[in-house]
């Protein structure tokens, strides 16, 4: 017998039990599955066994941990599923791209046609395999002998990512004969995948998958083409370039002609700005540029160079900042917490938002604010406007979008810009990189350097800021005019040397160290780029410091 700690209260339990075994124990005080556990502050699969006295902390679906894990398990299901029907050479060709609300974009291009047809055969294989309780079964194989198994598997990406391992081993999952690779854990058997659904789309299929707010049913597909498209011409871009993966990524560093791929992607970015600034002058009445966009998606730069470009089309810019426009402090709704919510729009004066903006498109010469954050206070201090015939405002804020934050103006005067960190590189072909993981990264830099925000804090808050996105951003990106994807395939390898060392001061007994560890692992996979290769007006250093722009 061996003795355990959960929820405080210790106990015996037969040594060897798995953590399976003791979270049927417990299921019944949580309101939803159990997908892992921690045994002393290490995360576990379920399938781990207890050998020695220990303190036990389980993982729901609604949990990070655990909805990671939930999904990591569908998509080797679904892949599996692949392999099954459609044999080998479709699972290694298939490719997990990105998520599109709550649906995960899996191309499988000539080796699955896209229909109706498929899609029901392959969510009739996951269910079959789901009552089969079929096991995911971990082996941990040498590095050397993992990276020869995926090369005569013909996954050739895998043997390229091993290749910059500094592990000597490394964990690979099987499901009845099926290999894969996936950083992160896994659920113990198929049974546990209950909600799910397969839509085909495009090339391939939506794997649509419970939200960790909504656990216990598969999301509904909600079309957002622009979002989509945009997503598709990253993708193509890094195909073009050959750089469709971290390893592809590690390679290009290693042949000492990275200064050139960052001058080309600077290029293309800038490129896609000024095709931006000509669309909104061909217009011909455009006063109102708004631009809104996740945290951390580099709106302040973009707007720079945003503006900068309308000046060598004849226009002058103006940047407005919504936050400028904040209710006072004691005015400023709060959560279900009690804490002030700064991210919903009543946290914003919007009459008196569209009252300045209506004078000045009338031609008056009007006073606009500026918020005192210290003091949670609205001044004044002489800024003055009045438009002119070139003169554009350039307005940013998270609200943008939103038809009732400038409710007041006329629709033709108005240029709408969704910008995102939308990142398209995958770790390989089936792990892929998700774009909140890029911005939570870009903000530990910023945060840290610019505030000094430890890396704690921001992981703390973060849940919180991603619900405000999708209550105040999200659901208004299809009705922008311009979407700018702001991720440079390059920028994680930038990132790594700042933010390692913040996440490496998250203390063990935090709660915060779970997300610390999962990041800090996810950047082993990159070779380090130094920041000295980057232009001074390049939207990554608006995070690690030294941009032209003052951010």
Not at 347 to 370: C, H, Q, T, W, Y
């Amino acid at each position: 017998m061996v003795t355990v700690t959960i929820h405080g209260k210790t106990r015996e339990v037969p040594q060897g039990i798995t953590l399976e075994e003791l979270a049927a124990d417990y299921q019944q005080e949580y309101d939803c599955m159990i997908a892992a556990a921690a045994i002393n502050g290490k995360i576990r699969e379920l399938f781990k066994k207890v050998v020695k006295n220990c303190t036990v902390d389980f993982f729901t679906i609604k949990d990070d941990v655990g909805h990671k894990t939930y999904v990591r398990a569908a998509t080797m299901l679904f892949l599996k599923s692949v392999y099954d029907l459609f044999g080998a050479e479709a699972a290694q060709g298939s490719r997990v791209e990105f998520s599109i609300g709550r649906g995960i974009y899996i191309s499988t291009y000539e080796h699955v046609p896209a229909a109706a047809e498929q899609a029901e055969k392959l969510k009739s294989r996951m269910r079959q395999l789901a009552e089969d309780k079929v096991l995911f079964k971990k082996h941990t194989y040498h590095l050397e002998d993992a990276m020869e198994l995926f090369r005569a598997k013909g996954m050739a990406d895998k043997a390229k990512l091993f290749r910059y391992r500094m592990s000597s081993s490394v964990n690979i999952y099987e499901m009845e004969g099926y290999y894969d690779y996936y950083y992160g854990y896994m659920l113990p058997h198929a049974g546990y995948v209950k909600w799910f659904d397969v839509i085909p789309y495009e090339n391939g299929f939506m794997l649509m998958l419970p939200s960790r707010e909504n656990p216990v049913e598969a999301g509904e597909f909600t079309e957002r083409r622009k979002l989509f498209q945009t997503m598709e011409r990253a993708s193509e871009w890094g195909r073009i370039a050959g750089i469709e993966t971290v390893g592809d990524l590690n390679d290009q560093i290693c042949s000492g002609s990275m200064s050139d791929l960052i001058l080309v992607q600077e290029a293309e970015q800038e490129r896609k700005i000024g095709e931006i600034a000509k669309e909104i002058v061909d217009r011909g009445n455009v006063k109102f540029v708004m631009i809104a966009g996740p945290s951390s998606s580099g709106k302040t730069s973009f707007s720079h160079r945003l503006s900068i470009q309308l000046r060598t089309l004849g226009k002058t810019p103006h940047p407005i900042a919504l936050d400028n426009y904040f209710v006072d402090r004691e005015l400023t709704p709060r959560d279900e917490k009690g804490d002030y919510n700064f991210e919903c729009l009543g946290a914003i004066d919007v009459k008196l938002f569209n009252e300045n903006m209506v004078r000045l498109l009338a031609g008056e010469r009007v006073e606009l604010p500026s918020f005192n954050f210290k003091i949670g206070k609205r001044e004044y201090k002489g800024d003055y406007m009045q438009l002119g015939e070139n003169d554009i405002l350039v307005i940013e804020g998270i609200h943008g979008l939103n038809e009732k934050m400038s409710y007041a103006l006329p629709e033709e005067s108005k240029f709408k810009i969704y910008i995102s960190a939308l990142t398209t590189l995958n770790v390989d072909r089936h792990n892929r990189i998700s774009t909140t993981d890029g911005r939570l990264l870009r903000r530990l830099v910023r945060d840290a350097r610019t505030r000094g925000s430890s890396a704690q804090r921001t992981i703390q808050m973060w849940h919180s800021v991603r619900r405000g996105e999708e209550e105040n951003i999200f659901p208004f990106q299809e009705g922008a005019d311009a979407m700018f994807n702001s991720a440079l395939i390059y920028e994680l390898a930038v990132l790594k040397p700042f933010a390692e060392p913040l996440l490496f001061q998250i203390p063990k007994e935090a709660p915060e160290y779970y997300e610390a560890k999962r990041l800090l692992k996810f950047l082993d996979y990159f070779l380090s780029v130094p920041s000295e290769s980057l232009p001074n007006n390049s939207l990554c250093r608006e995070f690690v410091g030294g941009s032209c722009f003052n951010v």
